[in-house]
């Protein structure tokens, strides 16, 4: 099944504390994105890659890292996170934007205290 | 840069009636996609329906359909034969081709649909 998937699903974490989201796509697609969304702010683009090795920064960016190692992988990464990190997190992938459709994780509730 | 305006936070429609959600957006590009995302309290984000700008006919699927008015730049969604299931947050959204796939959304309708 072509599936975007993303763990863990909920996570709790402390101010400070490094954390990884993971994100794969089984369908090999070229571009992989990750988005916040926020109440009343709707999604927002934090990170997105083109291509293996090609990484750019969205709108949101502050606090966050990605790398994009294989193709497949598109993992976010919180070095030191923040209560204003706390948010629902959306990984997607597509062969190349609005032509094509996206596919969407299932998403990641990150709660930091 | 593009953004993507719906005015309407709530909005609410009786089980068979047909209900109409509002998006608006700005841009100078004349070639662009602009869709229409469902999200259910299971947070997945399903894709309801597309309309590319360059096709003046407006995009149908099933109960869901589109009124597309490119010179107002406005994309409304209108669900006919609403049922329970319909009752979700929707997203509008737009991509610019070439932008690497970014998609800019609004900030969301909730749809109660009551009985």
């Known amino acids: 099944e072509a599936q975007v998937t993303q763990n863990p699903r909920y996570l709790i974490t402390v101010t400070g504390k490094k954390l990884t989201v993971t994100c794969s796509q089984n369908?090999?697609?070229?571009?992989m994105s990750w988005y916040r969304q926020d109440p009343g702010l709707g999604l927002r683009q934090i990170y997105y890659?083109?291509?293996?090795?090609?990484?750019d920064k969205g709108d949101v960016p502050e606090g966050y890292k990605v790398s994009r190692k294989e193709k497949r992988n598109f993992p976010l990464i919180l070095e030191s996170p923040s209560p204003n990190q706390t948010s629902l997190y959306f990984c997607?992938?597509?062969?190349?934007?609005?032509?094509?459709?996206?596919?969407f994780g299932s998403g990641t509730r990150l709660t930091v205290v | 840069a593009q953004t993507v305006t719906q005015s309407q936070p709530e909005m609410s429609v009786q089980e068979a009636e047909t209900v109409t959600l509002s998006c608006t957006y700005d841009?100078?590009?004349?070639?662009?996609?602009l869709f229409w995302y469902k999200q259910p309290p299971s947070r997945q984000m399903i894709l309801v329906i597309r309309?590319?700008?360059?096709?003046?006919q407006n995009a149908t699927e099933n109960r869901f359909s589109v009124n597309f008015q490119k010179a107002a730049k406005s994309f409304s969604l209108k669900i006919s034969d609403s049922q329970l299931g319909d009752a979700a947050m929707y997203f509008c959204?737009?991509?610019?081709?070439?932008?690497?796939?970014?998609?800019?959304f609004g900030t969301g309708t909730r749809l109660q649909v009551t009985l």
């Open positions: 841009t100078s590009e004349s070639d662009y996609y």
């Open positions: 309309q590319e700008a360059y096709k003046q």
């Open positions: 369908m090999n697609h070229e571009y």
């Open positions: 959204a737009y991509n610019q081709p070439g932008t690497a796939s970014k998609l800019t």
């Open positions: 997607a992938s597509s062969p190349g934007g609005g032509p094509y459709g996206y596919t």
């Open positions: 890659s083109m291509n293996v090795e090609v990484t």
